[in-house]
């Protein structure tokens, strides 16, 4: 015969009540044990309650310290020397450490997008600096500045500041003859005709791109890009001697003014095979 344990609903809720106590009392004197102990011990209390607060923090994502002021008031120039940047150092709070120096950086701005931050100068001790980086003529760039206070601890960067590279003209009619030396090139001066800021000639960047000819498959492509010597601002000629009869070369020229390249000047995109052996 199945037997079974029952009991009246008044009997079980004597048994429910008294089980609700019997936690509750094991409950309260464990809590009395331990803020009692904390209690003894106020170092233990100073544990726990700064881990609360830790936890608290990296629960509700929030950082235990913001960064240190950043520079402010941070213009550019458009100048002969070059791009003249200028800031105002952070504002610090009473007792707080100056920074040592400041970081600089660059980059190019497009319709087409925006290239990466680059450094151009670093620790730099003055609220000013005068950058002579290469730019593209009438390009668009942009400068910001940030406050180092350590090799750990360094500033948000400041608000960014843009200029337009000064127009410069290119050289004109580029020429390329092959010859049993080399491959000659030669230009003209360009045109130098100021509205604005006045930049001096100082030179030429000739690029070569070269590949394997049609008659080497055997050799595949190969393509490369190099720059050549940079000839001075009078030449109107110049001799690539390097150049072999296996490879087919193209070239473009660049005039320099200080800071500022001009665009290109190809010629006539004819392309011509070099002339010595490998």
């Known amino acids: 015969m199945r037997s079974s344990w029952s009991c009246a609903p008044g009997r079980r809720a004597v048994v429910s009540t008294g089980l609700t106590d019997w936690f509750a009392a094991i409950g309260e004197r464990a809590m009395t044990g331990l803020t009692g102990s904390l209690v003894r011990r106020p170092w233990a209390l100073a544990l726990v309650v700064g881990a609360l607060l830790v936890g608290l923090l990296i629960a509700s994502g929030v950082e235990a310290s913001d960064p ?15 791009i003249e940047l200028s800031w105002s150092a952070p504002t610090l709070d009473p007792g707080e ?30 609220t000013e600096y005068t950058s002579t980086e290469l730019l593209m003529t009438e390009q668009t760039y942009e400068f910001r500045v940030s406050a180092v206070y350590s090799e750990d601890s360094s500033s948000d960067p400041s608000d960014s500041v843009s200029i337009t590279a000064p127009g410069v003209s290119k050289p004109g009619s580029l020429t390329k003859t092959r010859t049993t030396s080399g491959i000659d090139l030669a230009w003209t001066a360009p045109t130098l005709s100021w509205t604005g800021l006045a930049l001096t000639l100082s030179g030429y960047v000739i690029e070569r791109d070269s590949w394997y000819t049609v008659s080497h498959p055997e050799l595949g492509q190969d393509y490369t890009s190099e720059e050549l010597d940079t000839p001075a601002s009078d030449a109107t000629s110049y001799t690539d001697t390097s150049t072999v009869n296996t490879r087919t070369y193209g070239y473009s020229i660049y005039a320099v003014y200080g800071y500022v390249r001009s665009n290109d000047q190809d010629g006539d995109f004819v392309f011509l095979q070099g002339v010595g052996t490998e």
Request: net charge negative; no cysteine.
């Open 97 to 126: 450490d100056a920074p040592t120096g400041y970081d600089v950086e660059m980059r190019k701005t497009s319709a087409a997008g925006d290239s990466e931050w680059e450094t151009i100068a670093e620790d730099v001790s003055d």
């Open 68 to 82: 240190p002021p950043a520079p402010t008031d941070l213009s550019a120039t458009v100048a002969t020397s070059g």
